[in-house]
């Protein structure tokens, strides 16, 4: 089960969604908005999508997922939009018949679903500046983010 | 033919725009693309080698030829990822192309 929404969302239905008789093992991961990073805080956080090819990563995620794991069920869902403190981002949720498949398909997918699936994150920081996150590229943060068109 | 172009995140903000279009000799490549982008946008110049192009939700390399209606768009490094775009991480998949 594949989803970028921009709503709240429930993990809690998402675990229950890939429970089955078959599975020995659920492994659910949730990503948070964190409010510390090394000394900088954070205010908020804005995930922003291109949708269409996040789908398309996302369902070429779980495929390949499913050919190296025995899931039984795996529900891969992002938020995008604007995020308080605590928020839950990013759910992936995998059962499997044994426990280390599941930790270990788990792992994997949310790995390589924030290296690969076009969701990008910007921070709002405290001191009220906000900067896109992208590995590898380094730039001061903006002083005058609203000029930047939706 | 006529490309339009998707930008996001810091690209996005760069550019000002959330799209561009461009003019490209047919048969050209995304390495064509690259260097109209930059004729175009210079501002989008320091990024643009760390920015993945993809075509019709594909990442792509320079050589891929760019038909006319492809869905095209400038990918900055997801926030995840571990630096300078990794473009091949698991040979096995369709994931990187």
Known sequence: MIEITEGPIDHNALTERVRSHQAGAVCSFLGTVREMTGDRRTASLDYEAYPAMALKKLEELEAEARQRWPILEVALVHRVGHLDLGEISVVVAVSCPHRHQAFDACRWLIDTLKEVVPIWKKEVWADGREEWVHPGLTTPASDHPRDTPS | ?97
């Open chain 2, 1 to 97: 033919m006529q490309v339009t172009v998707r930008l996001f995140a810091l690209a996005k903000q760069t550019a000002g725009r959330a799209e561009l279009i461009l003019t490209l000799p047919e048969h050209s490549t995304v390495a064509d693309l690259r260097h109209a982008i930059l004729q175009s946008v210079p501002e989008l110049t320091p990024l643009l080698p760390n920015l993945l192009i993809s075509v019709d939700s594909e990442y792509a390399g320079d050589a891929q030829p760019i038909e006319p209606g492809a869905e095209v768009a400038l990918i900055p490094p997801v926030s995840g990822g571990s630096g300078p775009v990794r473009p091949i991480v698991f040979r096995t998949t369709r994931l990187f192309r």
